[in-house]
């Protein structure tokens, strides 16, 4: 009778990731290693981009990321809402970092790779601007968890900017295209589409999209192993004090 | 309801109430505005319809800690939540009361803070109409912020940072309709697009203000 809730235990989460998170951090580290080494040495350059093409391997995997953190803090947020584990906020505490630090990577390596090919670092197309809209959120989203002190009130309050967030950010989404006309390209990645990128390209990106995917998962846990612990050293600390 | 909503709107506009400062605070930043980008009033004509709607963005965002801050600091936000009437009921008041005493005197102050702006003449009614559409948004999407940082100490700060971003739609498609009544445009498709953020803000974001609030009271 495996279900998915027992890892609603913290210590049946502790012991789970545990025995998990070794495993996770080699994949991660082995895909990466391998999807970027790939990427960066063995694959031709394009004909027109030249060799910055190859920064795809960084800023596709990590513009996915930054997206899926926050749809993940939300499925979290929407867990702690109905079923109040604290694991599930927690991990959506711990995950609003790790989401952030991924869309600044995408909007640097986007920068980096607009200077040269774009002839500007920055242009306020709905693609970037909504990025940097979501990193907003992302901020607001940490800055209230900072301010608050009781645990569980903070968990509340932020878990409904987290869903309000959402519908909001959804809607500026399609609110900038409304506003301004796109310079950035279309999706380079999507199911529907039979052919995306050359296969030359395409085969190391998989890869490093599935070392950015263990990676978020492999630093999710292990963030969320650390705030269950802090939060058991501060219940020690104050039962001390109280006896 | 009523009394609530008349005495929020009484507490608004006397002395020591804030009225009248948002109003200031616009006015500040429509005259400081040409000491920024100079007194070209091409320009100025130009630029105008975003900066009248950030302008009217910013005053309302100045006076929306008010909405809960001083209601918890007395107590009385308590005996209000007590009260018969419902938590959603009560945040609805609040945001109305709010829209009241700083958003109405913004948008019938705008034509006049538009003619400093040097605005083209067939600017003023869409400014007018994206204005009065828009600020119960900005009125409805504050009391949110203004209910999720009611407890903190310094939440103002805090509260400028969660709300912002939620301000964004509302922004592009007011200050959209305002430009494009400006450039003698059809303006249908942003307005509706205002109206429909401004009407579901109103629907669905008092059950979030309510639950937060709740929170915020435990």
């Known amino acids: ?243 | 309801m009523r009394a609530l909503l008349i005495r929020d709107i009484r507490l608004a506009v006397r002395a020591g109430g804030g009225f009248g400062l948002g109003l200031a605070f616009f006015l500040i930043v429509v005259v400081l505005v040409p000491f920024g980008v100079g007194p070209d009033s091409g320009l100025l004509a130009r630029i105008a319809p975003g900066i009248l709607w950030l302008g009217a963005l910013l005053s309302c965002l100045l006076s929306l800690d008010r909405i809960f801050a001083l209601d918890w600091e007395d107590g009385s936000l308590d005996l209000l939540a007590t009260a018969p009437l419902p938590m959603e009921a009560l945040v609805s008041v609040k945001a109305l009361a709010h829209w009241l005493a700083t958003g109405v005197p913004l948008v019938l102050a705008s034509p006049l803070f538009a003619l400093l702006l040097s605005l083209p003449p067939e600017g003023y009614l869409p400014l007018l109409v994206s204005l009065a559409l828009g600020t119960p948004a900005l009125s409805v999407i504050g009391t949110f912020g203004a209910a999720l940082t009611v407890g903190l100490k310094r939440g103002g700060l805090l509260l400028s940072l969660l709300v912002l971003p939620l301000y964004v739609p509302t922004l592009i498609f007011g200050a959209e309709v305002a430009r494009r009544g400006a450039e003698g445009l059809e303006t249908g498709v942003p307005l509706a697009m205002l109206a429909g953020i401004t009407f579901g803000a109103i629907a669905l974001l008092p059950f979030a203000s309510a639950a937060v609030l709740r929170v915020n009271l435990r």
């Open chain 1, 1 to 243: 009778m495996a279900s998915i809730w027992e890892y609603a235990n913290p210590k049946k989460f502790i012991q789970t990731t545990d025995r998990l998170l070794p495993w996770l951090s080699v994949l991660s580290a082995i895909t990466l290693v391998i999807g970027l080494i790939w990427g960066f040495f063995f694959t031709p350059d394009d004909f027109r981009q030249g060799s910055t093409v190859k920064i795809i391997y960084l800023h596709v995997p990590s513009a996915l990321m930054a997206i899926n953190a926050w749809l993940m803090m939300l499925v979290a947020s929407l867990i702690w809402i109905v079923r109040r584990h604290h694991v599930s906020a927690l991990a959506a505490r711990a995950a609003a970092p790790v989401g952030a630090v991924m869309t600044v990577i995408a909007l640097a390596t986007g920068a980096i790779w607009g200077q040269p090919m774009w002839g500007t670092w920055w242009a306020w197309d709905p693609r970037l601007t909504s990025f940097l809209i979501l990193f907003l959120f992302y901020l607001g989203y940490m800055a209230l968890w900072a301010a608050i002190e009781n645990d569980d009130t903070a968990a509340d309050l932020t878990s409904v900017l987290c869903l309000v967030g959402s519908v909001f950010a959804l809607l500026s989404r399609y609110a900038v295209n409304f506003w301004n006309q796109g310079l950035h390209q279309g999706a380079s990645l999507s199911l529907d589409k039979e052919k995306n990128v050359a296969d030359v390209f395409y085969h190391p990106l998989l890869f490093c999209i599935a070392g950015f995917v263990l990676l978020f998962i492999a630093l999710v846990f292990l963030r969320t192993q650390t705030e269950i612990r802090a939060r058991r050293m501060r219940a020690l600390l104050a039962r001390e004090r109280l006896g």
